[in-house]
């Protein structure tokens, strides 16, 4: 619903090929930015939201997805990477 508010098309697809833990409140997401597929797993911790990985990287500590958030991938060979990101930020 709130990507549909924001503008974003959605459409659902009623099977998928990852079967849900028993009791779990992670959801799956699968998106495609500019035509490129992307896997989402999250979960909400209290009442806020919460990404815990994208694409098969895990994050150590759920991120929460409230406020500005900004994600990016970067090669492992290029260690500056993260360094030229924030002085441009």
């Not at 409140?25 to 699968?30: A, D, H, I, R």
Request: hydrophobic residues 35%; glycine residues 10%.
């Amino acid at each position: 619903l709130l990507a549909q508010e924001a503008g974003l098309k959605v459409r659902g697809h009623p099977a998928c090929d990852v079967a849900p833990e028993p009791d779990s409140s992670t959801g799956l997401v699968q998106v495609s930015v500019q035509g490129t597929p992307h896997r989402v797993t999250g979960t909400v911790q209290g009442s806020t939201p919460v990404l815990r990985e994208i694409n098969g990287a895990t994050f150590k500590q759920p991120a929460p997805l409230s406020g500005p958030l900004l994600i990016y991938r970067a090669k492992a060979s290029d260690p500056t990477a993260l360094a030229t990101l924030m002085g441009e930020l």
